[in-house]
C-alpha cells in the first residue's frame, strides 16, 4: 500500500502535482493522464527521483524521507525512454542491479529469455535499440524482492508480440509475492491479459480513482 500525503511538486513555481491525501491500495494500476498531466513526475517521485513537498508512505511501515535507502530499496523503476552508459553490457548492468537489490542468483534467467534478449546481452548497450533498451529496463525493473515497481509508459517501443509476455510477468509477480504495479499511459487500458486492473486519473494536477 502506497500512502500519499500533502505532496506537491512545482516546477519553476508553477504548481504540476497537488495531492492531499491519497491511498493506492495492493493491486495493478493503470494511471492515466494527458501528455504533460504528470504522469512520469508522479512515477519519479514515489521512486524517490524526482524531490517533492510532503510525504509518502509505503505499508505502513517505510516514509520516502524518514527512511529514504530502505524505502528505494523496496520500490524498483522502469523510465519510459531508458538511458544506459552506453559502454556497459546488458549482462554488467543486470549484474549491477542484482547486487544493488539483493537479487536471487539466476533471477533474470527466465526474464532474459521470454523475452528472447540471451544474443544481445553480452553487446554493449550502445548499439541497442530502442526497443532492446526497453526490454532491458524492464527485467532490470523485475529484479530483488520489490514490494512495489513503476512502470512508466511501459508500451513504448515494445513490439506487439512481447505485450503479453510482459503482461505475464506482472501478473505472477503480483499474484506470487504480493507486488504492487503502478503503470502509466496516455491511453485508457485495453485488453484481458492482465486481471483486475484499477485506473487512477491524473487531471487538473491532481489524482483520482476512476469508478
Not at 132 to 142: G, H, P, T
Not at 185 to 208: C, D, K, W
Amino acid at each position: 500500500m502506497l500512502r500519499i500525503n500533502h505532496f506537491r511538486k512545482s516546477y519553476f513555481g508553477r504548481p504540476v502535482l497537488t495531492i492531499d491525501d491519497f491511498t493506492i491500495s495492493s493491486g495493478i494500476y493503470w494511471i492515466r493522464g494527458s501528455n504533460g498531466s504528470g504522469k512520469s513526475t508522479f512515477l519519479k517521485a514515489l521512486a524517490g527521483i524526482t524531490s517533492f513537498a510532503g510525504e509518502i508512505q509505503l505499508n505502513d511501515r517505510l516514509t520516502l524521507h524518514k527512511q529514504p535507502q530502505a524505502y528505494r530499496s523496496a520500490v524498483n523503476f522502469a523510465e519510459a525512454e531508458p538511458i544506459f552508459p552506453d559502454f556497459l553490457t546488458g549482462s554488467e548492468l543486470i549484474g549491477l542491479f542484482k547486487v544493488a537489490k539483493k537479487a536471487p542468483a539466476q533471477q533474470e534467467q527466465p526474464y532474459v529469455e521470454s523475452m528472447h534478449m540471451t544474443h544481445y546481452l553480452n553487446e554493449p548497450v550502445g548499439t541497442y535499440s530502442s526497443g532492446m533498451l526497453k526490454k532491458l529496463s524492464l527485467v532490470l525493473a523485475f529484479l530483488g524482492r520489490p514490494a512495489c515497481i513503476l512502470l512508466d509508459e511501459p508500451l513504448t517501443t515494445l513490439d506487439v508480440e512481447s505485450l503479453p509476455i510482459l503482461y505475464s510477468w506482472i501478473a505472477d509477480q503480483h499474484q506470487q509475492h504480493g507486488t504492487t504495479f503502478l503503470l502509466s499511459s496516455h491511453q485508457p487500458f485495453e485488453g484481458t491479459m492482465l486481471p483486475n486492473v484499477q485506473e487512477i486519473i491524473i487531471e487538473h494536477a491532481t489524482l483520482r480513482h476512476n469508478g
